[in-house]
């Protein structure tokens, strides 16, 4: 079984940076990709951004060019670097983690949440 533990939302207000750390932990044989999700009220969950173990990464269009995808890959966490932030921001930001343990299973593997607001 595989744990993510995610640390680094808040309140900030419109044109401000925050920094979001997910960490992976148990029986962890590969990790591929990582990626951030974000579900605002009402709303289904959505694909913020993606990084391969390999530092390929994909973005949502509407976080292009204001948030950065990277990866620590000998301590199994993702990162995501928010800068420029916006109302339409404002969601729970859950860490994703795709890959296989070490006997051969392959598993999803979701965060708890972290919650991100965005407001003046």
């Known amino acids: 079984q595989v744990q993510l533990v995610e640390s680094g939302g808040g309140l900030v207000q419109p044109g401000g940076s925050l920094r979001l750390s997910c960490a992976a932990s148990g029986s962890i044989f590969s990790i591929n990709p990582m990626g951030w999700y974000r579900q605002a009220p009402g709303k289904q969950r959505e694909l913020v951004a993606t990084i391969t173990n390999g530092g390929t990464t994909n973005y949502a269009d509407s976080v292009k060019g204001r948030f950065t995808i990277s990866r620590d890959n000998a301590k199994d966490t993702v990162f995501l670097q928010m800068n420029s932030l916006k109302p339409e921001d404002t969601a729970v930001y859950y860490c994703?983690?795709?890959?296989?343990?070490?006997?051969?299973?392959?598993?999803?593997?979701w965060g708890q949440g972290t919650q991100v607001t965005v407001s003046s």
């Open positions: 994703n983690a795709r890959g296989r343990g070490y006997y051969g299973d392959y598993f999803v593997s």
